[in-house]
């Protein structure tokens, strides 16, 4: 098997105000993304579907014509709490992976998903990785916005890593237990 990593990839591809041209992966492929980031200093258009940062959102949502679509991206120090009030106006939140090593994400998709019962589209934005991307799903995660080169290039040619065992119970239909251990998880079609 072809290393999805190469030591020629280079460094990875990141913009901070994530304007840096992103593919979607939702589905087990690369689709069209409806979405567009808005910055904080661009105007709200008049129709479309713009991604705002939570404060401009809290801002807009109330006055915002409704040939607009309104989604959330929450950075790592937002509280997802302060979205519960329109949940159920909203069809996407996406998270943003200022960083590889910053987990924060994964507990606001728990929160969001289980606290909250929030059941759109979970996106994870910024620096989002191939060996990431089984541990997001696990946490609600339904679509990835993927500028990471090497990620790419991997999850074009099929390359998708599998995660056998969880260490972290996540209490979900289709796992069990594994062993002798009570908190380890396999999936349930998974053998003994």
Known sequence: MRDPFPASAGKRERS??????AQLYKDGGFVADDWRHLGDDEPLPEA?????????????????????????????????????????????????FAKFSDGRGYSTARLLCRRHGFDGELRAV??????????MRRCGFTAFEIVH??????????????VPLYLQPAERAGERPAGARAWARRPAASPV
Not at 49 to 77: G, Q
Not at 126 to 135: A, T, Y
Not at 149 to 162: D, K, S
């Open 16 to 21: 901070g105000d994530l304007t840096m041209a």
């Open 126 to 135: 910024g620096d989002v990785l191939l060996d990431q991307i089984p541990l």
């Open 48 to 96: 479309g579907a713009v991604i705002l940062p939570l404060a401009r959102f809290l801002e807009n949502v109330a006055t915002a014509p409704a040939s607009l679509k309104l989604a959330v991206l929450l950075r790592a120090a937002d509280d997802p709490d302060a979205l519960a009030p329109h949940l159920s106006r909203l069809e996407l939140i996406a998270v943003d």
């Open 149 to 162: 080169a090497p990620t790419r290039r991997a999850l074009e040619a099929g390359h998708n890593v599998e």
